[in-house]
């Protein structure tokens, strides 16, 4: 159960921290399309789809490794 006590501390953190706020909504985002829950439209939409899902993911995992390489390489 969520308290609106909760909820109203979470928003004020959120407007005091929009950078920290953004960086893990985007993370979030990320991981919903890595792990969709399931039952949802995004699970349909993966099973109808699996064979872009699978080129989606590869694609993003060469992304992933490129930056990677990137970020150490400036370090």
């Known amino acids: 159960m969520v308290y609106k006590s909760q909820i109203k501390a979470k928003d004020n953190y ?6 920290k706020a953004t960086y893990w909504n985007r993370k979030s985002g990320a991981k919903s399309f890595i792990y969709p829950k ?13 064979d872009l899902y699978i080129k989606d993911l590869t694609e ?3 992304d992933i490794d490129k930056r990677l ?7």
Request: glycine content about 4%; aromatic content about 0%; hydrophobic content about 30%.
């Open 14 to 19: 959120e407007k005091n921290n929009p950078l």
């Open 60 to 62: 993003m995992k060469i």
């Open 38 to 50: 399931s039952g949802t439209k995004l699970e349909n939409a993966i099973n109808e789809n699996i």
């Open 69 to 75: 390489n990137e970020i150490k390489d400036s370090n």
